[in-house]
């Protein structure tokens, strides 16, 4: 378990980078270009949180319970790492291509602005993964299941403020109204919010079937649903000219992900399950997951 304490630790640390990152980097675009600046983030949170909700359909009848973390990750195309921005008539050009948040960090694009001041855009942080681990337990009785991920709210530094995480999902078993089916089926819905500071606050959502077949140590299982993901977004724009008014700005977007497949395995040994997983949807999610079991 303390492995797993420390792989959310790392979460966290790199969580700070990331979001410390991006809020400084947002600061030197119009809101026009900063919803194409920042999309691809979102796309990767939503599939990355839309991840490792289930490595099993069985559930007990009596009682089950689980608790261990899930970490996710998303190997980052080269479509998502630049964007052609839309900078608004005060710039020239107005219209450049240049790097994503997840484009490499020496890829801004250079322009002016009010044909007076030289604009070097910010370029991204550099990522080739994406990852993401959360606490996840759960609880299961008469063949149903109930979810819970939490991160308590945790400072990530004076300007960005607090980030935590809710989730709470509810799963039940349908294969128990099919005498002797050979395989485990169950259905689950998740719900999720993400919080950092008052610059961002999202919510996951994910509705799914999915279906298991365990070998004495060994399980196979893998499933199908419909998610969604959307992200209110707060910052403030700083035109790039000396003695410039500051701008507080706001938008939404929503996650590029709808449907998802997935397919796995997990091994069992005694009270310890360690699991394997791929999803294929617009955002492709690598995931595992280590956790004791009773």
Do not use: C, W
Not at 157 to 172: F, K, R
Not at 239 to 245: D, E, F, I, N
Not at 270 to 287: H, K, M
């Amino acid at each position: 378990m303390r492995q797993a304490i420390r792989l959310v630790g790392i979460f966290l640390i790199f969580s700070s980078f990331v979001f410390a990152q991006v809020d400084e980097n947002l600061t030197s675009f119009p809101q026009s270009a900063a919803k194409g600046y920042i999309q691809p983030l979102v796309d990767v949170m939503g599939a990355n949180l839309n991840s490792g909700l289930y490595h099993t359909a069985s559930m007990s009848k009596l009682f089950g319970f689980y608790v261990g973390v899930k970490a996710m990750g998303v190997f980052v195309p080269s479509s998502m790492k630049t964007f052609t921005a839309e900078l608004g008539s005060d710039y020239d050009p107005s219209t450049v291509n240049t790097a994503t948040v997840l484009g490499d960090k020496n890829a801004g694009a250079k322009t002016k602005y009010k044909n007076i001041q030289d604009v070097n855009l910010p370029g991204g942080v550099g990522l080739e993964v994406v990852p993401l681990a959360v606490p996840q337990v759960a609880f299961s009785t008469m063949n149903s299941e109930l979810l819970v991920r939490f991160v308590p709210s945790i400072k990530i530094d004076d300007d960005i403020g607090s980030v935590n995480l809710l989730g709470i999902g509810l799963g039940h078993s349908i294969s128990q109204y099919i005498p002797m089916f050979p395989i485990n089926v169950a259905i689950q819905g998740v719900y999720q919010q993400l919080k950092v500071g008052s610059y961002l606050k999202a919510t996951a959502l994910n509705v799914n079937v999915h279906a298991s077949k365990s070998f004495i140590f060994f399980t196979l299982y893998g499933g199908v649903g419909y998610e969604s993901f959307s992200a209110d977004i707060n910052y403030t724009y700083e035109p790039p000219l000396p003695g410039a008014q500051k701008q507080n700005l706001s938008f939404s977007l929503k996650g590029k992900n709808n449907f998802r497949a997935t397919a796995g395995f997990k091994l069992g040994l005694a009270i310890f399950d360690l699991n394997v997983d791929y999803s294929v949807g617009n955002v492709n999610v690598l995931s595992a997951g280590f956790g004791f079991s009773f």
